[in-house]
């Protein structure tokens, strides 16, 4: 083929986003760290995240009955997660990516272009790194409205994590002592977040969430320390010893603040997003030998209580 029709791929382009426009969402959306989260379809800008605080209740029965209150037995509380708008803009040269949609078809049989047909091969690359700048924005993220680049969308779970930590949102006895983390003491490490484990949460399921790096020094540190590799029977999952809490390596904890140790329960995380509102669309638009393709969804971050969040300290 010695070129392409712009015009009709543009048609065929459009056609297939809208055709498929919430199986795309999900693939950038759903199919990376947010699979740890709880998550809340239709965030709209700002999403109240209630929780319910209890206070001790119980006492001895009065004689004669009677009735008196237990004061703040019951208090509500809210953090607020942010779903704001993200957009990305792109501009497609069709000729550029012609040969190696060609390329992965004969790579992948059967090689017809009917199984991948171009738009689709498009908007899966577009799709890919999406997810990619997604990944990091929910870890590392800081909000910057006049910002450029993906990790300016929202504020992440490391900064949010941080701030709750110095402002004591996160009690201070769920939190030890700040220490680089190595291949010679991520096992000490790991061992002394677990102690500051509540202990009606020791033995409910949890996540331990730490950069790649970390988790490659757990596993060298455990092998050297202990003699094996710490795998359950079904050689898929790492657990903390004495806790159902696993191991989960997190590719987009890297860079400041990415030495950080969190343990919690996946209904405490909450990862909200919107791909059905006014906000939520997909647009491609012909522009000379290039289609423009406009996509905006909104998504945000945050944790419900900072009572159950297990951490080490921030870095210095």
Request: proline share 4%; net charge negative; glycine share 8%.
């Amino acid at each position: 083929m010695a070129s392409v029709n712009i015009t009709a791929l543009n048609s065929a382009l459009g056609a297939y986003a809208r055709q498929a426009k919430v199986d795309i969402f999900n693939k950038i959306l759903r199919e990376s760290t947010a699979q740890y989260f709880t998550t809340f379809t239709g965030a709209i800008d700002e999403l109240p995240l209630a929780k319910l605080n209890t206070g001790s209740i119980l006492k001895p029965y009065a004689a004669g009955g009677g009735f008196t209150a237990t004061d703040d037995a019951l208090v509500f509380g809210a953090r607020i997660l942010n779903a704001r708008r993200i957009s990305a803009d792109i501009s497609i040269v069709p000729l550029d990516l012609y040969n190696s949609w060609l390329g992965q078809l004969a790579g992948a049989p059967p090689s017809s272009p009917f199984d991948i047909p171009f738009e689709q091969f498009i908007m899966d690359s577009i799709s890919k790194q999406a997810q990619d700048d997604l990944e990091a924005a929910v870890w590392n993220g800081i909000y910057d409205a006049a910002g450029t680049s993906a990790d300016d969308t929202m504020t992440g779970v490391l900064q949010l994590v941080k701030a709750a930590v110095t402002s004591g949102a996160i009690p201070a006895g769920n939190v030890s002592a700040y220490t680089a983390i190595t291949s010679g003491n991520a096992l000490d490490q790991i061992r002394l977040v677990r102690s500051k484990i509540a202990p009606q949460y020791r033995n409910k399921p949890m996540y331990c969430f730490l950069s790649v790096a970390n988790f490659d020094n757990y596993m060298d540190d455990y092998q050297n320390t202990v003699g094996s590799v710490v795998y359950n029977r079904d050689y898929t999952q790492v657990l903390i010893e004495g806790t159902q809490t696993q191991l989960i390596a997190i590719p987009g904890m890297v860079g400041d603040d990415s030495d950080r140790i969190l343990i919690t329960p996946k209904e405490n995380l909450v990862f909200g997003y919107d791909i059905e509102g006014a906000a939520s669309n997909i647009i491609t638009q012909e522009f000379n030998r290039t289609i423009k393709v406009m996509m905006d969804f909104r998504a945000g971050v945050n944790f419900r209580d900072g009572g159950v969040i297990f951490c080490n300290g921030n870095e210095a």
